[in-house]
């Protein structure tokens, strides 16, 4: 085992590239090698078996190991393993799972493209908002407005509108026509966390920036319900409605991402439903087949949908499209995913257990560590700061993420570690009561070693 797991490491140093990883650094650390899963848990090469406190990646909503996926998957791989959507052709997976979303998702959005994931679902959204104002008669409608902190992915046009330096150090983005206003983050507002300062300030920053720009040229508006890489910022409520409102007297567009917030995370469905918010576009991804394969997909209104449709002659193709776009397999185990949602409990048990986290991230609240907990369903962060009044963030210097992970890692929990100290948490909706207070067991544990380095220590005031 240890001969096959060295040997592994070595080969995936020299072949392997890894995405948002330091080359150089990953060459020196190594990976680390999962062999297996189940429910909650995951086990290394090493035989580790540790709480995954994150979902793999934001996705695992239902779980590791469901069987029923498995098979659904296996039978589709059988009958019809792959279906191309050009030429007119599709397949009865893809029709129907667009048919099951546009049931379930806000009814402002009636039609269903399929991408493979959440980078390439933004670039189809802000691709078919252009062919869309090219199409209706407003050619000058091409800037792109979206949050600070906020992500949108990694891919050559979503890269801009994600707001983290990391993915835009020497890509050349944000590109000229993407722009970006401060993000509604309540712990560290300039206006202080009163919910309705925290929304006048973003409703008052989203005109100014369109003013600013001018209103005969601004396409979109891009946000998440709650901002996921950017640190799990949480609006208050009310924000979503509001600066979809805005939008809506602005006349530009109000695109939801819901890559990371949809299929229960945040307790409904989709976290628009919170506010009743009725997006003219919608890109999801992760949790629409539970990571156990690849897709996304961007849901359009139907008055976008209507206006490219006239912009062109009817032999005229709408020049976008991706070789699995709808592929079967992917479709087959998204409507098997949405049957679990639905009928098969999860999201039942992950509003159910969603009082168990919030107390779980309350209870960390008097952590001489912690300046702030937020969350919502079961999507959560805990903020670390060296002086919880003055709010002061750690000194960087003390790399505080990576043994932050490295001790959870030990003490057998997965969680995010962002890079300002932020702990990111998004346990699988499957979870039970016991598995979340192991969860915040093992971060406490956690919190507590890491105080004790003297170097930590002497950092908190």
Request: hydrophobic share 40%.
């Amino acid at each position: 085992m240890l001969k096959r797991n060295r040997s592994l490491v070595d080969v995936d140093r020299d072949y392997l590239i890894h995405p948002v990883t330091s080359f150089r650094g990953h060459e020196a650390r190594g990976a680390t090698l999962l062999q297996s899963a189940r429910g909650m848990y995951v086990t290394d090469m090493d035989g580790r078996e540790l709480l995954d406190a994150f979902a793999g990646l934001w996705c695992v909503n239902v779980g590791y190991g469901q069987e029923s996926i498995a098979e659904v998957a296996a039978e589709q791989i059988r009958r019809l393993p792959y279906a191309t959507g050009y030429f007119h052709f599709g397949s009865e997976p893809a029709v129907r799972l667009a048919q099951r979303l546009v049931e379930l998702a806000p009814p402002s959005l009636t039609h269903v493209y399929f991408t493979l994931g959440g980078s390439d679902a933004v670039d189809s959204a802000i691709r078919y908002i252009v062919h869309y104002f090219n199409a209706i008669g407003k050619p000058g409608k091409k800037q792109f407005i979206a949050l600070e902190r906020g992500y949108h992915g990694s891919s050559a046009m979503s890269s801009g509108l994600t707001a983290l330096g990391n993915f835009h150090r020497n890509f050349d983005v944000p590109l000229r026509w993407q722009h970006h206003i401060p993000s509604p983050y309540p712990y560290r507002s300039p206006v202080g966390d009163d919910p309705a300062a925290v929304i006048a300030q973003s409703v008052a920053e989203l005109r100014a920036k369109v003013a600013e720009l001018g209103a005969d040229t601004v396409a979109a508006f891009f946000c998440e319900p709650i901002q996921g890489s950017g640190g799990v910022i949480v609006p208050p409520t009310g924000w979503l409605k509001a600066m979809r409102e805005t939008c809506a007297e602005l006349d530009i567009l109000f695109v939801a991402d819901e890559v990371i917030t949809g299929f229960g995370r945040t307790g409904p469905l989709f976290a628009c439903e919170h506010e009743d918010v009725n997006p003219d576009l919608m890109t999801v991804a992760k949790g629409l087949t539970a990571g156990y394969a690849p897709m996304g997909a961007v849901l359009m209104s139907d008055a976008v949908y209507q206006g490219i449709a006239d912009g062109a002659a009817p032999d005229l193709p709408i020049g976008h499209g991706q070789t699995y776009s709808g592929h079967p397999v992917s479709a087959a185990i998204g409507l098997e995913v949405l049957r679990l949602y639905t009928e098969g409990g999860i999201l039942a048990n992950g509003r159910h257990v969603a009082p168990r986290f919030a107390a779980g991230l309350d209870g960390l609240s008097d952590h001489p560590l912690v300046g702030d907990v937020r969350g919502r369903g079961l999507l959560g962060a805990i903020e670390l700061v060296s002086d919880k009044t003055s709010k002061k963030r750690f000194d960087p210097a003390l790399k505080l993420p990576e043994r932050l992970f490295a001790e959870g890692y030990r003490n057998g929990v997965i969680f995010r570690a962002f890079g300002d100290n932020i702990l990111g948490l998004a346990p699988a909706l499957c979870c039970t009561e016991d598995e979340m207070d192991m969860i915040f067991a093992r971060i406490r544990q956690t919190l507590d070693i890491i105080l004790e380095k003297p170097d930590v220590r002497s950092a908190v005031v």
